[in-house]
């Protein structure tokens, strides 16, 4: 249609990080300005569409969601494919998830493009009596692996919009 065409670039982008991390609520955030309590279905990889402008072009970014794949870890190699950025989710509120990353980090470099922009996410900040990760320990992890680091809420939508739009912003950067 006529919008497709006045789109200047088209980005695909991910979401990985271990099940239940919030990857969903951030994308329904984002995309949609909607969170749910529930956890969504299971099966099946979904996507969701955003346009927004950087440096006064017009990016569509098509975000794509596991939809549960990761619970069988078995997000397979065409997840990955064509895709320029992805949203590194762990949930401050669980350890094992922040523990999970080095092999989320892994399989990213093994799938992903080398150039592949990475932003970590530590999600559900607003749970601040319930957090065991530290901000610093996500902070020095993403010093470490060299990307940017956000914590969010997808529930009360704190930085939801800033870690998207970091991401396609330095996608455009190397593009
Ligand atoms: P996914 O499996 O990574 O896609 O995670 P979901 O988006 O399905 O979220 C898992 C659960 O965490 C759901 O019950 C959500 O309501 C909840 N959740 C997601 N994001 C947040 C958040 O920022 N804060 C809080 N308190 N709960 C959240």
Redesign the pocket.
């Known amino acids: 249609n006529s919008f497709d065409e006045e789109c200047d670039y088209l980005f695909k982008a991910i979401?990985i990080?271990?099940?239940?991390?919030?990857?969903?609520?951030?994308?329904?955030r984002f995309a949609k300005d909607e969170?749910?309590?529930?956890?969504?279905p299971t099966i099946g990889v979904e996507f969701a569409y955003r346009n927004i402008r950087v440096g006064g072009k017009l990016i569509k970014a098509q975000i794509w969601?596991?939809?549960?794949q990761?619970?069988f870890r078995a997000i397979t190699s065409s997840y990955y494919r064509g895709a320029l950025g992805a949203l590194l989710?762990y949930?401050v509120?669980r350890r094992s998830t922040f523990e999970s990353l080095r092999r989320w980090l892994k399989e990213l470099r093994e799938f992903g493009s080398p150039e592949m922009v990475v932003v970590l996410v530590g999600?559900?900040?607003?749970?601040e009596g319930s957090r065991v990760v530290k901000l610093e320990d996500g902070r020095s992890l993403a010093q470490l692996e060299q990307v940017s680091f956000m914590e969010?809420?997808?529930?009360?939508n704190?930085n939801v919009e800033d870690a998207f739009i970091e991401m396609i912003t330095r996608i455009y950067e190397i593009t």
Request: hydrophobic share 30%.
């Open positions: 979401l990080g271990d099940s239940a991390v919030g990857k969903s609520n951030l994308l329904s969170f749910s309590l529930d956890s969504k969601d596991t939809a549960g990761e619970r989710v949930d509120t999600n559900k900040s607003d749970l969010t809420s997808a529930k009360d704190l």
